[in-house]
Structure formats: structure tokens, C-alpha cells
């Protein structure tokens, strides 16, 4: 299955899709937005979408989401396996919930304690700010870094 990436104009169905089934995401323009279609060209529809933010000359892996109907079959793999040259072109990360750290590193995907100083001297400010504040919040969360 082949990720299509949307433009910021082309967004409208992958918005009703996370309206639909991850109510509390807030899609912005500056994200990449990646997506997974089912059907034909007439009749096709997202199955799965993920999204990279920005975070000045970092990333950050946010938004996987599968349709619940196409759950189990291997599509957040899929994502995951079409992104890695996506995410080899800068720093990346992500903040897992803790149900799902094993599946993120099954990806190349660390928690900051596993990585060694090495690998990543120091996580950048403007991540740790932002997962500082998602942890003040009361989320269950782990800071995990993307080692090619």
C-alpha cells in the first residue's frame, strides 16, 4: 500500500476522518499529512493517516490513526514502514501512549533511556517543552526518538 501524501488544499476528507474517529486532533497546515486509501479512484476513502509536525528542525510523528473497520491487519505497520525515509531526513520523535512503546519500537522508535548519549546527546528543548506540557496535563506519555 502506497502512502499519498495530501497538500494543505487537498485536506477536507482526511479532516472529516480524524473529526470522525480522533475527535481531539488538531490537523494545521504546516504538518505533513500522510494517508492510505481503499477503493477505487471514484470511491476512495482513507483507511489510515498519520501526520509529521514541524517543531523547528525536528519532527514529530503524531495522529496515527487507522479506521476502526480495517483495524488488525497491519496497516499501522504499513504506515510506519513507508514513513522511515520520511523520518531518516531529520530528528524525529513521537509521544506514546504506554500500550504502545513496544509497537513504536519494533519501528526504530526509542524511549529517551534506552538511547544511548551517542546516539542523542540531549533531546531538544523545543520537544521536551512540548511533551512537558501534554505530561502536566495529566497523559501517560514516553518521549521516544526515531534512530535510523
Excluded at 501512549?97 to 548519549?117: A, C, G, K, V, W
Excluded at 531538544?124 to 501517560?140: D, F
Amino acid at each position: 500500500m502506497n502512502l499519498t501524501w495530501l497538500d494543505a488544499d487537498s485536506r477536507a476528507e482526511a479532516y472529516q476522518f480524524y473529526h470522525q474517529f480522533m475527535p481531539y486532533a488538531r490537523l494545521t497546515k504546516k504538518e505533513l499529512l500522510g494517508v492510505f486509501f481503499a477503493g477505487n479512484l471514484s470511491e476512495k476513502k482513507i483507511i489510515a493517516a498519520v501526520r509529521l509536525r514541524p517543531i523547528g528542525e525536528y519532527q514529530l510523528l503524531t495522529g496515527m490513526l487507522v479506521h476502526p473497520e480495517y483495524r488488525g491487519q497491519g496497516l499501522a505497520h504499513q504506515l510506519m514502514f513507508n514513513l522511515q525515509r520520511t523520518l531518516n531526513t531529520k530528528p524525529s520523535f513521537l509521544f506514546s501512549l504506554p500500550e504502545l512503546t513496544s509497537f513504536y519500537q519494533q519501528h526504530r522508535f526509542f524511549e529517551n533511556s534506552e538511547i544511548t548519549m551517542e546516539q542523542s546527546p540531549k533531546i531538544p528543548a523545543e520537544i521536551t517543552q512540548l511533551y512537558k506540557r501534554y505530561v502536566s496535563k495529566g497523559k501517560q506519555l514516553y518521549l521516544m526518538q526515531y534512530q535510523p
